[in-house]
């Protein structure tokens, strides 16, 4: 999952995320501008004004489970690809 914070709000983000990026980056060279952020599930999303000097930070969550391998009756592990 990808997380955008903006001025200390954060934002979850479906991916691709590459397209976004390359907005949010215009708006701030051309010295500031609306860009749309998607919403994670439906619905219209959210216009934020991107300025020059803005706090702006990128990060990626891995949310998926970790399965510990199961053991079988004789005491070993199963492998299986997570």
Avoid: C
């Amino acid at each position: 999952m990808n997380r955008l914070t903006v001025d200390g709000r954060d934002y979850f983000l479906p991916d691709p995320v590459t397209e976004l990026k390359q907005q949010i980056l215009a708006a701030i060279k051309e010295g500031g501008g609306y860009v749309n952020i998607p919403p994670l599930r439906g619905g219209p999303g959210i216009d934020i004004l991107f300025s020059p000097g803005m706090p702006v930070t990128w990060s990626q969550i891995d949310v998926g489970e970790q399965h510990a391998p199961a053991e079988d009756a004789t005491g070993g592990a199963d492998e299986f690809d997570v």
